[in-house]
């Protein structure tokens, strides 16, 4: 029986997600068990997690107050996992996004698990009440869905079952709150979850103007990284909708006729037809070859990027 007393943190899986929040929770001062279901792979994450943090040390965008020799030393593997749960007090769980497979894992570790241990997903499009349906555990079950690369990216969704206790809730928003994290409470489950609803939203109005002609790929791309996107790394819609007048009353006093006309020529859903993903992909392809070399660049460029920004955003913000 696992217990929760010496407050070690629990990683299911060592991929990309899985590596990152073992380097946040260490950033925190946690003590984290990587498991995983071969030692090859927990010898490739750990190695891959010593050069990351190294890396991030001396760019000085290491997270939190201790060297990285001093995180890397909290950071071990296992390959057993009754082994890894003993002593958790939060487990989190970051295989690959397949509703069977992470059943599976929620089963297992239902059945070796205390009371007072949180399980948490790391699901991105899951709906809590499929994930833990038929648990033991249920009220300490919980969707913790970070935002790709959750190291530069603080966003944390906390979605809960219709029977996870609040305290479930308190204690996870309160952990991600010490690890450097940005919680957000979504209050009932949803498909999509917030931050896919809403990207979902861009993505299919994006789509839209693309197939009817409107403007193209790399331009609509283009209106959101040097236009919505510069005010949307520091305030969200509904802030900017405030600051656009003197306050909200005032800005739905002057422009909801206008919205509302615009919202109606809203088209149906894209159906994501073949020959606009080619027209789309083809200008993709012209700034960024689709080849594993030039995609692995570009998202290291993009992650770099957004390590920049975070820091900036650590500097003008007030935590």
Known sequence: MASSETGGVVIVGSGLIGRNWAMLFASGGFKVKLYDIEQQQITNALENIRKEMKLLEKSDALKGSLSAEQQLSLISGCTTLAQAVEGAV?????????????????????????????????????????????????????VAHPV????????????????????????????????????????????????NRLQYAIISEAWRLVEE??????DVDLVMSDGLGMR????????????????????????SEGMKRVLKTFGPIPEFSRATVEKVNQD????????????AARRQWRDDCLMRLAKLKNQVQPQ
């Open 213 to 218: 002609g409107i403007v193209s790929p790399s």
């Open 232 to 255: 949307y790394a520091f305030i969200g819609p509904l802030e900017t909708m405030h600051l656009n007048a003197e306050g909200m009353v005032s800005y739905c006093d002057r422009y």
């Open 90 to 142: 939060h487990i989190q769980e970051c295989v690959p996004e397949n509703l069977e497979l992470k059943k599976k894992i929620f089963a297992q570790l239902d059945r070796i698990v205390d009371d007072r241990v949180v399980l948490s997903s790391s699901s991105s499009c899951l709906m809590p009440s499929k994930l833990f349906v038929g648990l033991a555990h249920v009220k300490q079950c919980i």
């Open 148 to 195: 790709n690369p959750p190291y530069y990216v603080p966003l944390v969704e906390l979605i809960p079952h219709p029977e996870t206790a609040p305290a479930t809730m308190d204690r996870t928003h309160a952990l991600m709150r010490k690890i450097g994290q940005s919680p957000v409470r979504v209050l009932k489950e949803i498909d999509g979850f917030v931050l």
């Open 284 to 295: 993709m392809c012209l700034k960024v070859p689709d080849d594993p070399e030039h995609l």
